[in-house]
């Protein structure tokens, strides 16, 4: 992957404008919620929902630009866009990618939050 | 903490997505302002009918109602079309931007959601809504809420429209020597009391007071809404103005004023309504036989010593329980054959 997991500007300049420390607490807030988006992507793309698999795909990608996490972002649109069919003929395999990028965005935006 | 500025506004901000809330309400409350959040827009319509905002941000991917039928529930109801929306989203394609503009959004803004940008379009939608407000509560003052109403969901324009409706005329018998015998204060103060009562019993009634000329006032019912019983209704608004004067009177015997007495011309029929005037300074008003001849009724009022005079079609409707005295063919100036007039008898009203 050759993106930055965080694009250190983005983040920068929510800190700038938000509050380092409310910036913090937004972190806290996002991994705790994220992990709820990944596993409604796992259940509804189980349950066909094509609907809800959508909103939390553009959820996790709305966040994801957010904190400046453009490659998590680009893939939960990817998954967006493209809805059930393509994920389920690849095994499921995209949120398995998915989820690897959260954890190092995830690795990524604790250090930044503590630093 | 921050200090709340003067110009500070309350906002709704609606988004199922908990990060995007918090962001939104922090840079919000940042720039002064009060900040109020919704998960869906179920919740978010709730608390618009509960409380009033001044411009809601919303999100249009949502569950159980999402965006695009919020925008199109604001626009069914009266009460909350004029509410600035402004849309912060990431939706993908233009087409769906264009769909938020054309169900009445103000403007759009992309997520993540530019602060300098978000300042500016909120700056800019609130001194609209600043504009629209002052427009509107000029209206209100000026106008009735009926014809306030009217305007707003049919907007301005000179002309009238043919409707079928009741119209009443009705003033303050020797009003002039009345006056002659007061100061002035006192006689705005009468005015004022009188006026007051009179538009309570005339509004409580579905009647429209359109005009005030000194001490006589001139009301429609059935215009610029229509209102089923026009005719009873502007009957029965009558008989409690009648009644009110008399209590009014009750508390001016007390103080060792003198009485005022009152005569009231109703007739119904076809008549054009609308706005008539300049297209900068109009008014509310309908014209055409039936208004002319419930003016010439009420001027009979003095001639017949009746409080209530009414014509033929007027008489029709009224149930039978309402007591009405023929009075027969009478010549009204302005009509070349006599008309058929009623009296409304006060005393066996129910």
Redo the contacts between chains.
Sequence with gaps: MTAATIDLPTFEA?QQ???AE?VG??VD??LT?APLMLAELRATLAAGNAD?F??AA??L???S??FGATTLGAMA?DL??GGLDPVLKANAQPLDALAREYSQVAEALTELRDA | MHEARNDAARLLVVDDNKVNRLLLTRSLELQGHHVATAENGRVALEMLRREAFDLMLLDMEMPEMDGFQVLEQLFKDLQLRDLPVIVTSSLEGVASVVRCIELGAQDYLNKPVNPVLLKARIGASLEKKRLQDQLKEMVRRFATPEVAQDLQVSGFALGGKRVVASVMFSDIRDFTPLVESQPPEETIDLINTYYTLMFDAISSHGGVVNQMIGDGLMAIFGAPLPLPDHEASAVRAALEMIELVGMFNLERAAAEKPQIRIGIGIASGEMVAGYAGTSRRATYTCMGDTVNLAARLETHTKLAKRSILIDSATRKALPERVAVESLGPVEIKGKAAPVEVYSVNLAQQG
């Design positions: 929510l404008t938000a509050g409310f607490e937004l807030t996002f919620e809800a959508r909103r553009h959820s990608k709305s966040n630009l957010t649109r967006e866009l």
